[in-house]
């Protein structure tokens, strides 16, 4: 599946580097990962616009913060799924959101997605449980990042985390 556009509020930059990474994948993996890896990477600068909206800076145009996370959280989602054979891309993914996303409410998002995507999966097999894995250990970030705060987001958190130890028999 390529996507690709602008629907679900992505930039186009993000839309370029998801719709790179799918089509280097199968040909040129590493270059693929490549791409993928320096968009998660990219800074995320914010604007105040005249109207009081937070834009992303750095081009010619402004994009709403929210639709450079979605951006950010689809292609992570598939470079994951990507590399859930691939110990050492999936790896670097993960440290690549570990490291700059910073939104602790997009990384849950990514957990539950990744782990939805595992329970998809044969109960016996190793990719379903490389992506658990990986989901719980997003799971483990937010709880990181979320140091400190208490109220019903963690406290939820922390229940699904439970639920992915039990799924993973740890």
Not at 91 to 108: N, T
Not at 135 to 148: F, H, P
Request: aromatic content about 6%; glycine content about 8%; proline content about 4%.
């Amino acid at each position: 599946e390529v996507w690709w556009g602008g629907s679900e509020g992505s930039s186009s930059a993000q839309s370029l580097c998801l719709f790179l990474f799918q089509r280097l994948l199968e040909k040129e993996a590493d270059l693929a990962y490549q791409v993928g890896l320096a968009a998660l990477k990219a800074p995320l600068r914010l604007e105040d616009d005249a109207d009081g909206t937070l834009l992303l800076s750095g081009g010619p145009l402004g994009w709403p913060y929210p639709a450079k996370e979605n951006g950010h959280s689809r292609l992570a989602v598939v470079m994951i799924l990507a590399s859930k054979e691939d110990k050492r891309q999936r790896s670097a993914v993960v440290d690549a959101i570990r490291w700059h996303i910073r939104s602790s409410a997009v990384v849950v998002r990514l957990a539950q997605d990744i782990q939805r995507e595992a329970d998809a999966l044969p109960e016996a097999s190793a990719a379903r449980q490389n992506l658990a894995e990986t989901a719980l250990d997003l799971g483990l970030q937010v709880l990181s990042m979320t140091r400190g705060q208490t109220g019903w987001p963690r406290r939820s958190m922390l229940a699904w985390l439970i639920n992915c130890v039990a799924h993973l028999s740890l």
